[in-house]
């Protein structure tokens, strides 16, 4: 079956632009995660979407950032006048209803800012 | 707050020997424990995980993990090594009390030398 899917692959911005950023995760997957990884770096939590529940936004680094989801499908992270430390790549993924389960990862967009 | 520490950045091994991926963990729940693989060019892929039960769990590609909650630890094994290993190899744990969120650590780079 089709995986997780994320657009676009690549994306440069000038500084100060604002950027969407879009995940397609796997039909059926409830929970819905937003990762940042810089160059040579782990994994930074944004936030996670599951179900109808308020998603945990704990991990947005600044009020720049801000992430939607529609229903249990599509999810946009949208960043505001981006900044060169912006610069990374943003990997979503997917999972099952329960936390016992492992994620699935798509892509991910690699951004630049300029 | 959960964390995860891997405290090489770096791991070498030759061909056919034994390697460990070390990690360590804390979280103020019963952990639930991830190992996931990052190849060159390719999205980040499930190992294996530990929610409960046997320490010992067998995941993809002949991986293995040993959960040891008295070292709050969940070091990553192999016995026979080869070339392909050669990726980026991250730990992350969950809260196992119900949430979503989910810690990643920095990563470590293991080089498998033929």
């Known amino acids: 079956g089709a995986g997780v899917s994320q657009s676009p692959s690549n994306k440069v911005t000038e500084k100060g632009k604002d950027v969407e950023l879009r995940c397609d995760p796997i039909?059926?997957?409830?929970?819905l995660y937003w990762y940042r990884q810089r160059l040579g770096q782990g994994l930074e939590f944004l936030i996670y979407f599951q179900g109808n529940s308020a998603p945990d936004k704990s991990g947005l680094p600044s009020d720049r950032f801000s992430a939607e989801r529609t229903g249990e499908s599509v999810s946009t992270l949208t960043i505001q006048r981006t900044q060169q430390e912006d610069s990374a790549v943003y990997l979503c993924a997917s999972s099952l209803s329960d936390p016992a389960y492992e994620q699935y990862f798509g892509p991910g967009t690699r951004l630049t800012v300029t | 707050a959960q964390s995860v520490a891997q405290p090489e950045d770096q791991v070498n091994v030759a061909e056919g020997n034994p390697l460990t991926v070390k990690c360590t963990y804390s979280v103020s729940g019963n952990p639930y424990l991830f190992w996931y693989v990052q190849y060159p060019n390719r999205g980040l892929q499930f190992l294996l995980k530990y929610i409960t039960g046997d320490n010992l769990v067998k995941g993809s590609y002949g991986f293995e993990a040993e959960f040891n909650k008295s070292q709050t630890s969940f070091h990553l094994k192999k016995p026979s090594a080869l070339v392909s290993d050669s990726a980026l190899y991250f730990c992350?744990?969950?809260?196992?009390?119900?949430?979503?969120?989910?810690?990643f650590g920095a990563g470590t780079r293991l080089f498998v030398k033929a």
């Open positions: 992350a744990v969950r809260d196992g009390t119900g949430g979503f969120k989910t810690i």
């Open positions: 039909s059926g997957h409830t929970a």
